[in-house]
Structures are given as structure tokens and as C-alpha cells.
């Protein structure tokens, strides 16, 4: 005989496939079988029709087609014999689904099988519809499956209960039509079709409020009596799992009665005492009783208001996170979790052994432990918790760290009940897990001891001392950095020494020592070495007998390959060399941040809360659009409670750095007005005016600072300015903050000068462009596009559109207005800014589209402008 003839047994066929060596192998002898099954198919051969559709299943499993085989289950399950149609609906349910167009053709065999007087094949009917319905089908098919749920025979009824979730999850609005049948079914004494008639009325209760109410009326004592016959049955052994009596049954009556009793009141009374039976009765060194303690515990939280039953179940919980099984310590964890809103605290009695479990081995029940611990803190306990944490943190694992250090700081943030208390626990996280701590966290400690006046000695000295062990730690060597450049004479003179400390001798050199190593560190990043040559200059002041030694030391990144830090030391170092008369006024210690004012901008909840993504940038000569924003946070500009600045920048200046401005007039020259504090010191650091774009060697006063926006003194604010003049011919009047004043410059050149130009114009509408160039950038042109109506009807919804060659870059700003008023009685503008790749070469050219609406009919009109000036 053939090998893939029709008549090859199955058997002999998976004999064959999984005899084959290679993938090509096996595709061989499938694509031979699957021929000669069509070719049985093709004669219609019924002898093997059986066989064959049998063989297409298990190649199906395999991964290979087989829809040409789909004809074949309707022709078996219309045979009249049990065999065949045992293999059709197999075939049915494995080789087609409910979006086969195919399966329409079944719905006749089908309810003709339904009501089959043989019950085997009413039972196989029965499982292919469960599997396969689709909502025509459960139309359909209803009325038989809800008689069947009457049915003599209990697996035939267990079926039909089975098929009806089907089907009301298919068709919803059947629900109400297998309400009666359902809850009939929670009287049956056989547990096959109980627990399937109560998971049918568990998902009417989902999908129906009416069948909701009813098994609330009408079954809730009846199911508490049920669950508790179960739960008091004696041994049995057709049931019995670990010596509890069908635990399956357990469960889906306890998910009922969750269902049942969720917000209501008198439903919730009648199953308090079950459940409370059930909680304590039930062992829980098995799995299976393990499962039903889990069950009752979500059904008993679930509930309304109990507050015995809760504790009891928040008890079951805390036992659960004692066992070795690390799923049911996870999943008592996630319980807990949703337990703390209910109840905090019973959930705070098993604080310790939460604890234990953020040392788990396993990582998915540490960071669960972990989110769980966070949630428990308050202001009572935050000292303990914080503590065993912090312990933790020294041996905990690194992958871990991160988010155990953000947690940790989190807490102490959140939660500090004084200040020392929260410096203390922020230098042992420093210590331990500096380099995992965010940017913004140790930004938030440096305006905590700003603002702890009382306690900068302290903390310089701690400090130092941590710095001694830790110095590997980024955050830790950052924040040592700064404090020492403020506080460093507090440091060598034990100025502010609290009872709890031991005295400490630092000589000046000593300090200077700690911001050499960290500046000279390989591991030290720009803003660590930023940080350290700004702590280098106030030191200078602070310290002048070691003076000389530290501008050697600042001399050393005079030709450094980073330019933020070859500029600091060039102007550093002529800070101390030429400029010792205003060095103390520069290096003052920096005023008092505003911690409320940080706090609220960390949250988003103030005006000044702008993220340099967002905030208004300027384009600097080097090409990087750096944000305005910081300075005018530095400056507690953008505060509520700032003072109006005067009507002079010199005044604020003035204030700012202690030194003599002349007149804003003078400065602005005549008819210019006065500008704002802030709009002057931009001018004068170069930003944000023509000037900045011109001159090669300015730099963003908080350049240091672009990826971390750490709190900054005033001197490394002004770290950045040029200490030589830097005039040049385009430059605006510019002011060297150390030598004096520049010479008088020239006068500004606004570059070439335009002739208005009209580019369209009809009967009811003229279209102008102004041009005008930026000094220094002859390939881009701003134009200025002005719209005057001439008729004497108002257009609405004005839109204008422009498209250039590819040689051109077009970009329109937003129009003034989208209302065109009649008879020329307004206008609307709207700048264009064009950059020509050409220029020199090729000139401007341009095609407009003008849209708008008179009366709401919609108008078009459109045009090509050709007659650019030529030098555009």
C-alpha cells in the first residue's frame, strides 16, 4: 500500500512525520499526505472520510493550511452514525471559528443534533456550539440550549449550562431569558452541574442588573447554605482534593457571593458569618486551601464595610506572606496593597514582615514589598521604616538600587519631621547609592541647607567627613562641592557646633584638598568639574593664603578640550589676578533659595514651574537654542512675591552685583525705552538680541547646567562672562562687568532696506509684503504679509497658504487674526520666514492660496509671485 494513500492509518503518518530529520523533510511528506487527501476529497471517497479529516487535524496542529478540509466536518457531521460525528465536530472546532462564513452552514445540523434522541450526540452538539458560537448561531440555537438546561441527564445539563455563558457573552440581550433556568440550577445536588450553574449565574450578574437583582432576592441564602454544607461535609472521597471537598466549588460559590454582595448592605450581613467560617476553619498548608483563603479574602474585601471580617482577612494575608511559595507571597502582597485603602491599620501589623520581604531573593516581590513599604509610611513611623531601608540599601543588589534609592528619598522628602533628620538621611543615601540618585533630588537638599542657616556648619563638617569613605559617589562629591565653596570657612573654623557632633580639626589646605580630588577625579562629569572650579574661586576669597595654590590648580584647565571649562578657568583665573577689588563682592555666599518656590516648581504648581523643554530658547552663536527660563528662575524673577523691577536695568544690576551702572538711557541710546531688570541682564549677557548671535565668544551663563538644573550661586551665574571687551562691528552696546566699559560702538546696521511689494491683488482683496533681513544671515528673509479687504463684505475664516521650490525653506508663523474686516476697515498680518539655499544664484518665487468664507459660502483664490527683489 501507498505510504500517503487515503487509507494511511494516522498513526503511520505521525510515525512518518516525526521520523523526518529536517524542517524540508517534514514540509515533503506533509505536502504528499495532503495530496492524496485531496485526491480522496476530489473522489469522494466516504470509506476514509474519517481518517482523513483526522489526519488534516493533526497537521493543522502542526502549522500547516488545511481550510481545504473544512467541507469535510459538514459532510461527517451530517453522517448519522456517533463516530463520524465525533470526528466532524472535533474537525469543527479545531479547523474552523467563529468568523468562518462556513460555519452558517452547520446551524441546521446542529439544532437538528440538539434535539437528538441520542444523548451523546445532544452532548456533542452541545461542546462545539460552547466553542465555536457566534451570535447568529446563539440566536439562533437559544431557545434548545435553555430547554436543555432542563434536561434529564446531568452532563447534558452541565453542557448546556457551559454553552449558555456562551452565548449570553455573545448576544447580551438573551440574558434575561436564562435567568430562571440558572438559578435553578444552584439547587442541584450533583457538583458538576453546581458549579457550572453558579458560574453561569456569576456572569448574568456581570452582564445583567435585572438578573443581579434577582439572585440577590431570591438565591444569597441559598448560596450561604450551600457553602456552608460544603465547607461542613464530612469526607468524600468522589470530591475530596488534600481533605477539603471540591475546592473548585468552594471558589466559584465565594466568587458568586463577592458578586452578590458588592454594595449591598443586607446581602453582605447574611454571608459575614460563612465567610468568617471560612477564614478560620479552612487549613492552609495546602494549595487548595490556600486558594479558597485567597478567594474569601478577596470576597470578604469586596463586601460592604465589616471591620472584624477585614482584620481577619488582613490577618490571612500577613500568614500568607510567611509562606515559601513565592506566588502566594506575591499575590498576598498585591492584596495588601488594595487592603491599605480599606484599612491601614491592620495592614500596618505586618509592617515587619513586609520588610523582611523587600530583602526577598526574588525581584518581582522585592519591588512589589518595596511600593507596599511606601504606601505604609507616615509620619509616625517614617524613622523606623526609613532606617530599615537605608540598612537595607548597604546590601541590598545593584539592579535593585535605583528604585530602592528613589523610594528612600521619596519617604524622606515626603515625611521628615525636621531638617537635621532629613540631611543626616540624605547623606547616608548619598553615601551608599550616590550614583543612583536623581538630578532633582539632591537639587532639592542643596535648598534645604540653603535654608537651614542654623545647621550649614553641620553639615559642611558631615559632609567632609562622608566624602573621606564615599568619594566614588557622584551626587555625594556634588553637593560636598558646593557646600564647601559655601560654607568652607565654617568647615576649618567648627563654626555652629551642634552637642551631637565630635569636634574636627580641617586646616584651609584640607578643604582645599577635597575640591581638587573631585575636580581632578576621572570619573567626574562637566557639571562636577563646573561645580569644582566655581568652589575653587570662592575659596579663593575665603581662603587667601592658599590663593596662589588654587589658581595653579584652575590654570591646569586654561586649555582644557571642554570649553565650559577652559572658559571658567580663563575668567577665573583673571578674577583673581586682575580683579581682587570686587572678588568678595562676586563670591558672596549665595542668598537663601526660596524652598516653597522650588517645591512648587518641582510639582508643576507655580507659573515659574517651566521645563527648559518648553521654555521660550534663544539661539546661541554655537547653533544650541539654550532656555531663558533658568536665569529668570535664578533670578526670583517669575515669582509671586518678587519685587517690580525698576524702571532702570542699571538698578537691578546694581543690586545684584555691587557695582556702578550708568543710566539705562545710556546705555539703550535716545527714544529707545527703558526695558525690564530682566530684558537688561540679557542684554548685558548677551542673549536673546542680535549681539548674542554675532559674537562667537558668548556663552549661556548656565551653560554647565543643560542637562541638570542644579541650584547655582550667583558667581557661577556670572562664571561665563567675557572678562576681555568683545564688541565687534553688528554687536549692540555691551558692558565688560569687570574692566568697566567698552568703547562707544558704531551704530547698529539693520541691514538692506525693501520697498513695500504688492503680490496679489483683485477686485476684493490686496495682498503686501514688507521684507526685511537679519544683520549677518543674508539667506534668510522675514516677510511680513498684510491683508486688506476691499470689498464691503467681512471674510471669515481666513486662511492663507504658501509653497516655495525645494531649493527654498518656508515657515509661516501663526496670522494675527482669522477675521478679514470689510472696506479695509483693519487688517491681518502674518510674518514668513524664507531661507534661501541659492541665494546669490536664484531668486524668490512663491505660490499663494487664499481661503476664506462671505456669508459662510467658501471663497479660493490663488497666485504665483514672481517679481521677488533679486537679492532676496
Same mark, same amino acid.
Given at each position: 500500500m501507498n505510504p500517503f494513500s487515503s487509507g494511511t492509518r494516522l498513526r503511520d503518518m505521525i510515525r512518518a512525520i516525526r521520523a523526518c530529520k529536517t524542517a524540508a523533510e517534514e514540509r515533503g511528506v506533509v505536502r504528499k499526505e495532503c495530496a492524496a487527501i485531496r485526491a480522496a476529497i476530489n473522489e469522494n471517497d466516504q470509506d476514509y472520510r474519517h481518517r482523513n479529516l483526522a489526519k488534516l487535524m493533526f497537521i493543522h496542529m502542526l502549522g500547516y493550511p488545511t481550510h481545504f478540509g473544512q467541507m469535510e466536518c459538514l459532510k461527517l457531521i451530517a453522517s448519522p452514525g456517533f463516530p463520524e460525528k465525533r470526528i466532524g465536530y472535533l474537525g469543527l472546532m479545531l479547523l474552523l471559528d467563529e468568523r468562518q462564513e462556513v460555519l452558517m452552514l452547520v446551524t441546521n445540523s446542529l439544532k437538528q443534533d440538539l434535539n437528538h434522541t441520542n444523548q451523546y450526540i445532544v452532548g456533542l452538539a452541545l461542546c462545539a456550539l460552547g466553542n465555536i458560537c457566534s451570535a447568529e448561531m446563539a440566536r439562533d440555537l437559544a431557545p434548545e440550549v435553555e430547554r436543555l438546561l432542563q434536561f434529564r441527564d446531568p452532563n447534558i445539563r452541565k453542557k448546556a449550562a457551559l454553552c449558555s455563558i456562551r452565548i449570553i457573552k455573545k448576544v447580551p440581550d438573551l440574558a434575561e431569558n436564562f435567568i430562571n433556568p440558572a438559578t435553578a440550577l444552584l439547587r442541584e445536588k450533583h457538583h458538576g452541574v453546581l458549579i457550572t450553574g453558579v458560574q453561569l449565574c456569576t456572569d448574568l450578574c456581570k452582564i445583567s442588573t435585572e438578573a443581579l437583582e434577582h439572585i440577590r432576592k431570591k438565591c444569597t441564602d441559598g448560596l450561604v447554605r450551600t457553602l456552608k454544607d460544603l465547607a461542613n461535609s464530612p469526607y468524600s472521597p468522589e470530591y475530596d482534593i488534600a481533605g477539603i471537598t471540591d475546592p473548585f466549588l468552594h471558589i466559584r460559590l465565594l466568587k458568586l457571593l463577592r458578586v452578590v454582595g458588592e454594595g449591598d448592605a443586607d446581602a453582605s450581613d447574611s454571608m459575614n458569618d460563612i465567610l468568617a467560617q471560612v477564614a478560620t476553619k479552612t487549613e492552609s498548608n495546602k494549595v487548595a486551601g490556600n486558594a479558597i483563603l485567597y478567594e474569601c479574602v478577596q470576597t470578604i474585601m469586596s463586601i460592604e464595610d465589616n471591620g472584624g471580617l477585614r482584620v481577619l482577612a488582613i490577618n490571612i494575608?500577613?500568614?500568607?506572606?510567611?509562606?515559601?511559595?513565592?506566588?502566594?507571597?506575591?499575590?498576598?502582597?498585591?492584596?495588601?496593597?488594595?487592603?491599605?485603602?480599606?484599612?491601614?491599620?491592620?495592614?500596618?501589623?505586618?509592617?515587619?514582615?513586609?520588610?523582611?520581604?523587600?530583602?526577598?531573593?526574588?525581584?518581582?516581590?522585592?519591588?512589589?514589598?518595596?511600593?507596599?513599604?511606601?504606601?505604609?509610611?507616615?509620619?509616625?513611623?517614617?524613622?523606623?521604616?526609613?532606617?530599615?531601608?537605608?540598612?537595607?540599601?548597604?546590601?541590598?543588589?545593584?539592579?535593585?538600587?535605583?528604585?530602592?534609592?528613589?523610594?528612600?528619598?521619596?519617604?524622606?522628602?515626603?515625611?521628615?519631621?525636621?531638617?537635621?533628620?532629613?540631611?543626616?538621611?540624605?547623606?547616608?543615601?548619598?553615601?551608599?547609592?550616590?550614583?543612583?540618585?536623581?538630578?532633582?533630588?539632591?537639587?532639592?537638599?542643596?535648598?534645604?541647607?540653603?535654608?537651614?542657616?542654623?545647621?550649614?556648619?553641620?553639615?559642611?563638617?558631615?559632609?567632609?567627613?562622608?566624602?573621606?569613605?564615599?568619594?566614588?559617589?557622584?551626587?555625594?562629591?556634588?553637593?560636598?562641592?558646593?557646600?564647601?565653596?559655601?560654607?568652607?570657612?565654617?568647615?576649618?573654623?567648627?563654626?555652629?557646633?551642634?552637642?551631637?557632633?565630635?569636634?574636627?580639626?580641617?586646616?584651609?589646605?584640607?578643604?582645599?584638598?577635597?575640591?581638587?580630588?573631585?575636580?581632578?577625579?576621572?570619573?567626574?562629569?562637566?557639571?562636577?568639574?563646573?561645580?569644582?572650579?566655581?568652589?575653587?574661586?570662592?575659596?579663593?576669597?575665603?581662603?587667601?593664603?592658599?590663593?596662589?595654590?588654587?589658581?595653579?590648580?584652575?590654570?591646569?584647565?586654561?586649555?582644557?578640550?571642554?570649553?565650559?571649562?577652559?572658559?571658567?578657568?580663563?575668567?577665573?583665573?583673571?578674577?583673581?589676578?586682575?580683579?581682587?577689588?570686587?572678588?568678595?563682592?562676586?563670591?558672596?555666599?549665595?542668598?537663601?533659595?526660596?524652598?516653597?518656590?522650588?517645591?512648587?516648581?518641582?510639582?508643576?504648581?507655580?507659573?515659574?514651574?517651566?521645563?527648559?523643554?518648553?521654555?521660550?530658547?534663544?539661539?546661541?552663536?554655537?547653533?544650541?537654542?539654550?532656555?531663558?527660563?533658568?536665569?529668570?528662575?535664578?533670578?526670583?524673577?517669575?515669582?509671586?512675591?518678587?519685587?517690580?523691577? *525698576?524702571? /532702570? @536695568?542699571? !538698578?537691578? $544690576?546694581? #543690586? +545684584? %552685583?555691587?557695582?556702578?551702572? &550708568?543710566? =539705562?538711557?545710556?546705555?539703550?541710546?535716545?527714544?529707545?525705552? *527703558?526695558? /525690564? @531688570?530682566? !530684558?537688561? $541682564?540679557? #542684554? +548685558? %549677557?548677551?542673549?536673546?538680541? &542680535?549681539? =548674542?548671535?554675532?559674537?562667537?565668544?558668548?556663552?549661556?551663563?548656565?551653560? /554647565?547646567?543643560?542637562?541638570?538644573?542644579?541650584?547655582?550661586?550667583?558667581?557661577?551665574?556670572?562664571?561665563s562672562l567675557s572678562l576681555a571687551s568683545r564688541a565687534t562691528s553688528n554687536a549692540a552696546p555691551m558692558m565688560d562687568l569687570l574692566d568697566g566699559f567698552a568703547p562707544s560702538p558704531p551704530k547698529e546696521n539693520n541691514g538692506p532696506v525693501y520697498p513695500s511689494l504688492t503680490v496679489f491683488e483683485s477686485s476684493s482683496l490686496r495682498l503686501t509684503f514688507n521684507f526685511s533681513k537679519q544683520p549677518g544671515n543674508p539667506q534668510t528673509t522675514v516677510i511680513q504679509a498684510t491683508f486688506m479687504n476691499l470689498s464691503s463684505n467681512t471674510y471669515t475664516d481666513f486662511v492663507f497658504q504658501a509653497a516655495v521650490p525645494k531649493f527654498l525653506q518656508l515657515h509661516l508663523d501663526p496670522a494675527s487674526s482669522n477675521t478679514l474686516p470689510a472696506a479695509g476697515d483693519g487688517s491681518i498680518t502674518q510674518n514668513l520666514r524664507v531661507t534661501n539655499s541659492q541665494h546669490g544664484k536664484k531668486s524668490l518665487v512663491m505660490r499663494i492660496r487664499i481661503a476664506y468664507k462671505i456669508n459662510g459660502k467658501d471663497t479660493l483664490e490663488e497666485g504665483q509671485v514672481n517679481n521677488f527683489p533679486r537679492d532676496l
Open positions: 494575608l500577613g500568614r500568607f506572606l510567611s509562606n515559601r511559595d513565592n506566588n502566594i507571597r506575591y499575590v498576598a502582597l498585591n492584596m495588601l496593597m488594595k487592603a491599605v485603602t480599606a484599612d491601614a491599620q491592620a495592614v500596618q501589623r505586618h509592617r515587619a514582615t513586609i520588610l523582611e520581604c523587600v530583602k526577598d531573593s526574588d525581584a518581582s516581590i522585592r519591588k512589589r514589598a518595596l511600593e507596599l513599604v511606601y504606601v505604609l509610611v507616615n509620619e509616625t513611623n517614617v524613622k523606623p521604616l526609613a532606617k530599615e531601608l537605608i540598612d537595607y540599601l548597604e546590601v541590598s543588589d545593584y539592579d535593585f538600587r535605583g528604585d530602592l534609592t528613589a523610594k528612600i528619598c521619596s519617604i524622606v522628602a515626603k515625611f521628615s519631621p525636621e531638617k537635621i533628620w532629613y540631611i543626616d538621611q540624605m547623606l547616608k543615601v548619598l553615601s551608599e547609592a550616590g550614583n543612583f540618585v536623581k538630578d532633582e533630588v539632591w537639587y532639592a537638599l542643596i535648598v534645604v541647607i540653603s535654608n537651614a542657616s542654623e545647621l550649614h556648619g553641620y553639615t559642611v563638617r558631615a559632609l567632609y567627613s562622608a566624602f573621606q569613605t564615599s568619594a566614588e559617589q557622584e551626587t555625594l562629591v556634588r553637593v560636598t562641592v558646593w557646600c564647601i565653596g559655601e560654607y568652607g570657612d565654617m568647615l576649618v573654623n567648627n563654626v555652629g557646633m551642634l552637642d551631637i557632633e565630635d569636634p574636627i580639626t580641617v586646616t584651609e589646605s584640607d578643604a582645599v584638598d577635597v575640591v581638587e580630588i573631585a575636580i581632578k577625579r576621572h570619573a567626574s562629569d562637566l557639571t562636577t568639574k563646573a561645580m569644582a572650579l566655581v568652589a575653587l574661586l570662592k575659596l579663593s576669597s575665603r581662603f587667601p593664603s592658599c590663593s596662589e595654590r588654587i589658581r595653579e590648580i584652575i590654570v591646569q584647565f586654561k586649555g582644557n578640550l571642554v570649553l565650559e571649562l577652559q572658559q571658567r578657568a580663563i575668567e577665573f583665573n583673571s578674577i583673581i589676578a586682575k580683579h581682587q577689588n570686587i572678588r568678595s563682592t562676586l563670591v558672596e555666599r549665595m542668598p537663601v533659595l526660596d524652598e516653597a518656590a522650588f517645591i512648587g516648581r518641582r510639582a508643576g504648581s507655580l507659573p515659574g514651574a517651566t521645563s527648559t523643554t518648553s521654555a521660550p530658547s534663544v539661539s546661541l552663536p554655537n547653533g544650541v537654542a539654550k532656555p531663558v527660563a533658568p536665569l529668570v528662575d535664578l533670578l526670583d524673577l517669575s515669582s509671586d512675591d518678587a519685587p517690580a523691577p *525698576s524702571s /532702570s @536695568g542699571g !538698578d537691578l $544690576l546694581q #543690586d +545684584l %552685583l555691587g557695582v556702578d551702572l &550708568p543710566p =539705562a538711557s545710556q546705555q539703550s541710546g535716545a527714544g529707545q525705552a *527703558s526695558k /525690564s @531688570g530682566t !530684558d537688561v $541682564l540679557l #542684554d +548685558l %549677557l548677551s542673549i536673546g538680541s &542680535p549681539s =548674542a548671535q554675532n559674537s562667537s565668544s558668548t556663552v549661556d551663563i548656565l551653560s /554647565s547646567n543643560t542637562s541638570n538644573k542644579a541650584p547655582v550661586s550667583p558667581l557661577d551665574d556670572l562664571s
